[in-house]
């Protein structure tokens, strides 16, 4: 069985700080992992995902992740945080099918 | 990428009667797939919806709560039968786009669903 986990259920931070939010899973092999974000109201949008290949992936919005296959994780990232992107960050694997495998999110709350 | 609509975006309903959710894309899509979001929680699959065939419903879901219809490749619905407060969730639909595997998913913007 696979599943997602994301530590951190409420994470706040300064505009213009750096962000980081966690994500492990458990998966037999490599999976595919996602990032969405979800507004107040809004449905999930996809934020960037890692198929294979470099292990750094870039995003939309200023976000990037990282894979590191020895610790099983698929951190996002982003260098400098805006108000606007106060939201929730459901990380996400599949093993190849279409059946998504969600983490439990983290709220992001921006402080100005 | 596939833009997809929901209707409503949002209802109350009182319980036992049942809300039908309509999903829209704006493209021709193999495989539709419904989620529930409950009151702080993850996004949990209900079932996933092909054009001609039976919907495939995951494991504590079933047809007769939440029957699903897909008549064509751009269009599916899910209905919430006898409904309970239980039930208040966002649902939402999706789709998988792309030429090969793994697909991404594109979701819609969901139904605020609350169950008095």
């Known amino acids: 069985a696979q599943s997602v986990t994301q530590p951190d259920i409420h994470i706040t931070v300064s505009e213009g700080a750096s962000l980081e939010l966690r994500c492990n899973y458990s998966?037999?092999?490599?999976?595919?992992l996602f990032w969405y974000v979800q507004s107040p109201g809004q449905g999930l949008q996809l934020l960037l995902k890692?198929?294979?290949?470099?292990?750094l992936v870039q995003g939309i919005k200023g976000f990037e992740a990282e894979f590191k296959r020895s610790q099983s994780s698929f951190n996002l990232r982003k260098p400098s945080v805006h108000w606007s992107d106060a939201a929730e960050y459901f990380c996400?694997?599949?093993?190849?099918?279409?059946?998504?495998?969600f983490g439990t999110g983290t709220q992001l709350k921006v402080e100005l | 990428s596939a833009v997809i609509s929901q209707k409503p975006s949002r209802d109350i309903c009182q319980r036992g009667t049942s809300l039908t959710i309509q999903c829209q894309v704006d493209?021709?899509?193999?495989?539709m797939f419904w989620y529930r979001q409950q009151p702080g929680q993850s996004l949990t699959l209900i079932a996933t919806?092909?054009?001609?065939?039976?919907?495939?419903?995951e494991s504590g879901f079933v047809i007769d709560k939440f029957p699903i219809s897909r008549p064509n490749l751009t269009f599916s619905t899910l209905t919430v039968s006898n409904m309970s407060p239980e039930d208040s969730s966002i649902y939402l639909c999706?789709?998988?786009?792309?030429?090969?595997?793994?697909?991404?998913?594109?979701f819609g913007p969901g139904t605020r669903l609350t169950v008095t």
């Open positions: 998966y037999g092999a490599t999976p595919y």
């Open positions: 996400a694997i599949t093993g190849g099918g279409n059946k998504l495998t």
């Open positions: 999706s789709v998988d786009t792309g030429t090969s595997r793994p697909y991404e998913q594109y």
């Open positions: 493209s021709q899509v193999t495989m």
């Open positions: 919806a092909n054009q001609g065939s039976e919907a495939t419903y």
């Open positions: 890692y198929f294979s290949g470099d292990t």
